[in-house]
Each structure stands twice: as structure tokens, then as C-alpha cells.
């Protein structure tokens, strides 16, 4: 989008070869890459997970463990992608490189302090950076952003509290080549139902890798002390796997790490925020001209029994990206930086308090705030998972109506703050197949679709010249597509006397129309965020609801040229 960036990594990539941390990819995380172009570049790579299995004792037991896995729908990326974050960082390292990007790595942050503001710019942060060469560089920042990790700098030296506590739970996780007689090892991921090593994780990763884990127990932790030996490791991993044989040929990676649960008590400050009063008063913050965000692991931590660390970050950069971006070209006002916490930290929170209770059966422990009758941890683990299944794919995320970004309207659609459904189209001429993913590229715009209905009623209503008024007035935030109910042999036969707005796609058999919840014979109109969220929708004779939609947010076009 034209910004000016400066992406400092502490640690070269290089280091990083054989480390496995997060692997696994999400549907909704794989949609947003499909946005941004990606998706295909981390197909190539990874490995697509769409069945499962359990095990205990030796034999299968159906619909428990990650059974949700083989029940995703409402997306065209119907399955987890299992691809360690090597690769995945590789994959965007060079799509940032490809935009004219680049990495300064070895690069420890050291510092940073508050230029004041002046008449002619806001408050600015000079960022001291120590290199390794030894150098020190010095950066001029608007806005500093916080993604490094559960040990963030960035959010010690903001003063950002990082709420929550460790569990007395460790669990191991190995990537390796290896060899097994337990059916179905390449299929997807495997739970085994054990009683000495809990709930074990099977996963078949890229390039022919499987992760395996499993709870370090007390037990386990009383046999080999501190000083826990890669040998002693392989171990339990053959033991966990019994009675099913299992010969390790190489190991990539292995680690042994301490389950917690953690929430950074503000996901953005600016220079001149104020703290509490007290621990029940909130922060106050006067102004979003500039200031400090935390993302990912620097913003919340929980385990990886869900994969849902990387895929949280991902949503976090994807719901940031886009407003401070529309920020600094002068897009929107910087007001909409506040719903990055608004909206971001709540999913957090659900997250992690889904996590206490995944982590805690995953142990062999029921939760102190399970309810019910239930005493095999195992079966409360897989009901659990598939009550949670579309929080835990991403598809289930949403944010609440705000009156703002996220605004109530009257026209039958999905509900704001709700993720825009994914739904087939025909392309004119051809009737080819599209989705409509394919044609909502993210480029940090808002995309307005004009949803006609059936062309006789659509001629009639001609919302075009009003809508195109409108959006004159906000340009260039927003990207059109007109979506016909039914099937013409042309655009123009479909619309008779109207014109389309932007590229215009049939709904042949009106399943688009129905799935948003608009009449197929009346339609109307469906903005969507740059991160594919519903903001608002409204009837074809209610356009000019539409101008106090964008008001709330977006600068108009005579201000930004200015």
C-alpha cells in the first residue's frame, strides 16, 4: 500500500531451520491468505489434513479426538493445513520482499523514547536498535508494532502489564522422520487415548515430517529431572505410542515447555495514554495519531492444543494491517485504531479461556469448570472440541456490533462484525464457476457489493448514480461488484437500462442472495471490511445509509487530497 516500514527480527532465520513451533494453518486463516495471494504458495508446501482417527488400546474409537476436522464446511478450504512456521515465514518473507520489502534481522530492539508533537506532525517514537555488527540504528516511527513474542520488548518497555499465570502442565512436542504400524499415519491427525501419556497428538506435517505430543508428567518429570535428554524424549514417544511400534529415523526438533495463559492488559497505547487509577478504571487514550500495538504471542499466550497461536497472530495482523494502514495514507480517521483492541482482545480471551480447559483434558485432567457428568477426560476432549469446532477453524470469530465499524441494519443479512460468507458465482459469458473470495482480493479496501436481484426489479430501483455519488464523496476506500439474481446471456441483457458497479457476476440459482440473507427479487447492498467481515448492509432503496456508514470513519476525498 505504499507505506514506509521498518521489520526488525531479532533472530536470523537462519537459526531457525530446524525448529518446529507452530504448524498448522486453519481454514479461515488459509481464507485471509487466499486474500492477500498466498494460499497456493503454502499449498505447494504443506499438508492437507481432511480425516482423523482416535485410538486407545490399540483400537479405533469414532467421533472423538479431532473428529471436527472431518465435519468443516462453509469454506472452500475445508481442512487444516499442516505446515511448520519455518516454511510459512520463508512464504511471506518473500512476498514482503516481493512489494520491495525486506527483513533487518539481527536487529535486538533496545529501547525507545517520545519525540513531543509539534504543530505540524503528531508524537513520534525514536527506536533505538542494536545490530549485529554492532552498530546502532535509530528509527523514526509513527506507530511501533509489538510482535515478538510472549517475552516482548516492546510490551515491557510500554509498560503493558501481561495478565495471567503459568500451569503446573508441561507437555513434550517432536518433529521427526519416522516409521509406525499404526493405521492411517499419513491420513490427518490422530488422537491416541492413553493412560500413562494422556491424550496424545499425532500429526503428519510437510515434507514428510510428524509431530508427536503428548503431557510431560510429574511422573515422567520425577524419572528424568532437569536435565531431560533428547534420547529420553525418544523414549516416550515409542512407550506413548503402544501398543503400535515406532522407530524414530531423525529428529528435527524437540522441546519440553510449560503451558500458560496470558493477556496484555492494552493492545495499543499512544505517548500520551494514562494509566488506571485504579485496577477497575479503564486506560484512557486521547488520541490514535500515533502510538505502540502488540500482536500474537506479545499480546496473548496460551498452549498449542489447538493450533490457534500463529493462526491468532495471523487474525491479529490481518485485522490491524488494514486500519493503520487506511490511517496513514489518510484514509480513515485514526479513531478506527481503537477497534483493533476492541475487537482483537476479546477473541483473545475466549480463546484462551477454550484453551485452560483443552489443556487441562489434554493432561488427563477434567477442568474444574466442567459441569458435567462425564469422568473419561478423553470423551470430554472430543465433545469439547466439536461444540468449539468453528472458534477453533476461525470461521466462528466475530466481533461485536459497535454501532461503528460493526453496524446494526434492517435487511435480513448476516449480523455485523460476522465473517462475509463464502458463496459460488458465475462469471458472465462463460457461467465458469467463482468464488467470491477469489474476487475480494485484500488490498485495504472496503469492498461494496450490489447484490441487484432478478434484473426486472433491478432496472427498476437503478441504484448506480446514487451509490456512485456516495462513493465519490470516500474515495479510494472502496473496491464494486454487482452480483445478478439468475442467469442472461450478457451483463448488460442482465441489467437491461443499468450499469454495473465494478465487475458484475450471476447468482444463477439466487443461493448467493439467500445465504446473505437478502430477497433475491429486491437484493440490496453488503460492505465488507478488507478483513472479510460484514460492517454494515442496507436495502437498494436505503443507499444514502450508506454515506453515514463511511462517515463514521472514512475521511472524505476532498480532505484527503488536501
Sequence with gaps: MGLSIYLAEQSPKTNQIKYGRAGAISPRTMEYLDQLGLADAVLQQGFVCKSTATFKDGQKVHGRGWDFVTKISDTAF??????????????????LESLGGSTHEGSRLVDFSVREATKEQAPRYIVILENSDGSTSLINARYVVGADGGKSTVRKLAGIKFQGDSTPLEWVRIDAVVSTSMPGSRVGPVS??????????????????????????SKMRQKYGSDVMQKDVEFEVVEALKPFSLEITMVDWWTIYSVGHRLAERYFISPISSRPTTSHSPWKTENWTSGIFLTGDAAHTHSSGTAQGMNAGIHDATNLAWKLAGVIKGWHGP????????????????????????????????????????????????????????????????????????????????????????????????????????????????????????????????????????????????????????????????????????????DVDHSAHRRYGLDARSGGVAVIRPDGILGYACHLDRIQDLEAYFGGFVISARKQKS
Design 78 to 95: 475445508d481442512y487444516i493445513l499442516h505446515l511448520r512456521q519455518m516454511h510459512t515465514e520463508r512464504i511471506f518473507r518473500q512476498a
Design 192 to 217: 491416541i487415548e492413553t493412560s500413562d501419556h494422556g491424550n496424545v497428538l499425532w500429526a503428519p506435517m510437510d515434507h514428510g515430517r510428524t509431530r508427536i505430543g503428548f503431557p510431560f508428567t
Design 335 to 506: 479513531k478506527i485504531l481503537a477497534t483493533y483492541e476492541s475487537e482483537r482482545r476479546p477473541a483473545a480471551a475466549e480463546i484462551i479461556e477454550l484453551d485452560k480447559s483443552i489443556s487441562s483434558l489434554m493432561s488427563g485432567r477434567i477442568p474444574e469448570t466442567y459441569p458435567g457428568p462425564e469422568t473419561d477426560p478423553s470423551k470430554i476432549f472430543g465433545e469439547l472440541l466439536d461444540h468449539n469446532a468453528q472458534l477453533t477453524v476461525g470461521l466462528g470469530v466475530h466481533y461485536e456490533n459497535d454501532g461503528f465499524l460493526n453496524k446494526s441494519h434492517t435487511t435480513g443479512c448476516i449480523l455485523p462484525g460476522h465473517r462475509a460468507p463464502e458463496v459460488s458465482l458465475r462469471k458472465p459469458g462463460t457461467f465458469d464457476p467463482i468464488r467470491l473470495y477469489n474476487l475480494m482480493q485484500n488490498t485495504g479496501k472496503f469492498w461494496v457489493i450490489v447484490f441487484v436481484g432478478q434484473p426486472q426489479v433491478a432496472s427498476s430501483r437503478n441504484p448506480a448514480e446514487q451509490l456512485r455519488r456516495i462513493m465519490e464523496k470516500i474515495a479510494p476506500v472502496t473496491e464494486f461488484l454487482t452480483i445478478i439474481a439468475g442467469q442472461a446471456l450478457s451483463v448488460d441483457d442482465g441489467l437491461t437500462d443499468m450499469e454495473p458497479l465494478g465487475n458484475a457476476y450471476f
